[in-house]
């Protein structure tokens, strides 16, 4: 016996039913993968135009720098060819000068002789023609002055070859020389010689890498700028050799725009700038905490003095909050050191214990200034070296292993591992803490038992 037509149709329409909400369900899914793909396009767009921009912006710029560079070479050229002109003429007009001086002073000379010469040929020629009675008395004076004036005396005149003759020496090589230079001199590259590779935030700064594109500039010195995306002037924050610096002391959740450039080999001048690159740090900075005894505190909090004599013991300074997390690198640098001891102690713990001399104890890893490594209060046999003015102590940690809290015991809060790395100078040891709890955050702390210890921590 066949179904019953109503329960066919019913069939039917609840099968028509499924099949409009799954078309229904699909086409809601088209429309949302279309306005992701059209977002996604959208932002690639947005991304092009960009590059666009710092294309154009770039060659204009660039064009720019050359049309001034080249009008300032054309006019300092210019008024230094003038000013060569300049001394030369003046070399030429002193030499003459002076050449004509001793010159002029023979020919008046020779002058005044002819003038004397003239006279006395009047004088002669005058005696002569009077009788011989009346001439004998001028007679005797023209012969008397023609002694006087000594007629087989005559002044030197120089010959040719001792009187100075100028002329002009010019360097035909000097516009070869310059072609070649002005050949030479600017290029044009698509891309600066160095460029940011890497912005990694650290508590109260950003890390900032670089690294050198152009094989062919061998790089001296770099120097790394930052600035607020809201201010208009950089500032130098690094100048050295380094391919890394970690710029400090930059304001949480604020904007950063960092920018790199590289000093040739041998030059004085400074390459062109990397792109900026933006970066910023969720991360607040590592501070000390205030009031401690025995402690002097920065304004920023982030270095500490051990200044107090008269107490042999001033206890462990912890940091204000715990803000050391695995995966970040924590640096103790010294700046200033006393007497070393072997209860000092520099490292991280889990909690802060009040009246506690060191670090030296449970639930803690350290490293005393003499170098020894310390894990929940035993000495490790491995040693690193001993703690100076200069020296740069690290703490690395990773998660190893975590164990979860069991249900049988409200109490069991878990248990992690973590595999620690401490560095000091050039070697490191490395083991695994096991804690006897899950936490996500530690505290960092130092402890020094004689004054004259400064220490930054970042």
Not at 283 to 304: F, V
Not at 305 to 327: H, K, M
Not at 379 to 398: K, R
Request: aromatic residues 6%; negative net charge; charged residues 25%.
């Amino acid at each position: 016996m066949g179904r019953p037509l109503n329960a066919l149709g019913t069939g039917f329409i609840l099968r028509m039913s499924i099949e409009a909400e799954e078309m229904l369900q699909e086409a809601k899914e088209n429309i949302e993968a279309a306005q992701n793909y059209k977002g996604e396009l959208q932002q690639r767009l947005h991304g092009l135009n960009q590059a666009h921009n710092q294309v154009r912006g770039s060659a204009s710029q660039a064009r720019e720098v050359l049309r001034c560079h080249f009008e300032m070479l054309q006019a300092q050229v210019a008024l230094l060819l003038s000013e060569r002109l300049s001394a030369l003429l003046q070399e030429v007009d002193i030499i003459e000068q002076d050449s004509v001086r001793p010159l002029d002073d023979c020919q008046r000379l020779i002058e005044q002789g002819v003038n004397t010469a003239d006279e006395l040929l009047r004088e002669g020629e005058a005696a002569i023609l009077c009788g011989i009675g009346e001439n004998d008395e001028k007679l005797g004076s023209f012969t008397k002055k023609a002694l006087q004036i000594q007629l087989d005396s005559l002044p030197e005149v120089p010959v040719l070859v001792d009187v100075p003759c100028l002329s002009a020496q010019l360097d035909d090589s000097l516009l070869p020389a310059l072609r070649e230079r002005i050949a030479r001199h600017g290029s044009v590259a698509s891309h600066p010689p160095v460029l940011i590779e890497e912005l990694v935030e650290r508590p109260g700064g950003v890390l900032v890498r670089w690294c050198k594109v152009d094989d062919d500039f061998t790089a001296q010195d770099y120097r790394l700028q930052y600035r607020r995306s809201t201010a208009s002037q950089y500032e130098d924050a690094y100048i050295g050799k380094d391919c890394e610096f970690l710029v400090l002391h930059l304001d949480p959740n604020m904007d950063h725009l960092f920018r790199v450039c590289a000093r040739k080999e041998g030059r004085s001048e400074w390459s062109p700038w990397s792109v900026p690159q933006a970066g910023y740090t969720t991360l607040a900075a590592h501070e000390w905490r205030p009031g401690s005894e025995g402690y002097i505190l920065s304004s920023r909090r982030n270095i500490a003095l051990r200044n107090d004599s008269s107490l042999s013991s001033a206890g462990v300074l912890y940091s204000n909050a715990p803000t050391y997390f695995c995966g970040q690198t924590l640096t103790f640098k010294i700046t200033a050191a006393g007497q070393p001891d072997k209860r000092d102690s520099l490292g991280v713990c889990v909690e802060c214990n009040s009246g506690g001399e060191s670090l030296q104890r449970q639930r803690a890893v350290c490293i005393s200034t003499k170098g020894a490594v310390f894990v929940n209060g035993k000495e490790m046999t491995n040693q690193l070296p001993a703690i100076t003015v200069g020296s740069a102590v690290t703490f690395d940690m990773e998660v190893v292993s975590v164990l979860p809290v069991t249900n049988n015991n409200i109490n069991d809060k878990g248990s992690l591992k973590l595999r620690v790395t401490i560095g000091s100078g050039s070697r490191e040891v490395v083991f695994d803490w096991l804690l006897d709890q899950r936490v996500d955050r530690l505290f960092f702390g130092c402890s020094f038992t004689h004054p004259g210890w400064k220490v930054l921590v970042f």
